[in-house]
């Protein structure tokens, strides 16, 4: 269990991350008091290495996240992103660039339209989802240890599904087909 809590630690993890080919991005928030969400865990992992971030720690300055977010070079893997970049945006003052969302690109690949992580990475991967923590308070601290890995959960098993998604597109020549409702998930006027 890694949970991220001060900014030098959030800049360490990171660094390295902008050599990547790609990472996998999900958060956990509040919406239900507030007109736009409000942010309580941030998940990621690279090839290698995953951690949760504590946006409400005290001690904390998301720009190294920002920093990697908004870099170009790598793509940054969501499933049913929408929710997650209407809330960087509004963050970042900026879009995340370069966005694949999973969900998207599992309709192209016949899994039906706007399906769910868990069926998705059952499907894909033959792993089933621990379902438990799944409606918690994220705004509650401290985090236990089954909701921190419940979280990453989101992000670890998404790496692999990435990858067979990806790889059925290439396949399939369809890595075009997705490319119109890309277009439309990160265009900032969609989060106006």
């Not at 940054?76 to 992103?81: E, G, I, M, P």
């Not at 990453?152 to 369809?174: E, F, G, I, M, S």
């Not at 890595?175 to 989060?191: D, G, K, N």
Request: hydrophobic content about 40%; proline content about 5%; overall charge negative.
């Amino acid at each position: 269990m890694t949970l991220i809590n001060d900014t030098n630690s959030l800049a360490n993890f990171c660094e390295p991350l902008h050599d990547t080919e790609f990472i996998t991005v999900d958060t956990e928030f509040m919406r239900e008091k507030t007109f736009w969400p409000e942010l309580c865990l941030i998940q990621i992992a690279g090839p290698n290495d995953f951690a949760a971030i504590d946006p409400l720690a005290e001690s904390i300055d998301l720009g190294p996240l920002f920093k990697l977010l908004g870099d170009g070079s790598v793509t940054k893997v969501f499933h049913a992103a929408r929710q997650d970049l209407e809330i960087f945006f509004h963050l970042m003052n900026d879009m995340p660039k370069r966005i694949f969302d999973t969900q998207i690109a599992a309709m192209v690949c016949g899994f039906g339209e706007s399906v769910g992580y868990d069926q998705l990475i059952a499907k894909l991967t033959k792993v089933q989802i621990d379902k438990g923590p799944r409606f918690t308070d994220w705004s509650v601290r401290p985090l236990s240890e089954r909701q921190i890995n419940y979280a990453l959960a989101d992000v670890t098993h998404l790496r692999n599904a990435y990858k067979k998604l990806l790889a059925r597109l290439n396949k399939d020549q369809r890595h075009s087909w997705i490319e119109e409702e890309m277009a439309v998930l990160t265009a900032p006027s969609t989060y106006l």
